[in-house]
């Protein structure tokens, strides 16, 4: 657990033929805050454009719904904010992670 998100977003990145400069917000759950700061240093990425409502240790973690939080979080944003991409991503038990692009239309 921890370092998961990276690798699962460099992989839907690489599949999309994206860069992180075509994402607009990024959502990392936060296991840790250490954890999702090294995430972030490790992509690389903007922190504006990370856990802008806060993540989870300001939110909340519901279990067995932070999928679906996240998500929903990040469609709500980019539609306010007037965006088009953006990613959500979480770390797994066992060193695994998971990573969703949505997308404006």
Known sequence: MGIGP??????LLAA????LNDIDLVEINEAFAAQTLSCAKELNLDLNKLNVNGGA???GHPLAASGARITAHLTHELRRRNLKRAIGSACIGGGQGIAVLLETV
């Open 57 to 59: 240790i300001a939110i």
């Open 6 to 11: 990276v690798p699962a977003i460099q992989r």
């Open 16 to 19: 999309s033929k994206m860069t």
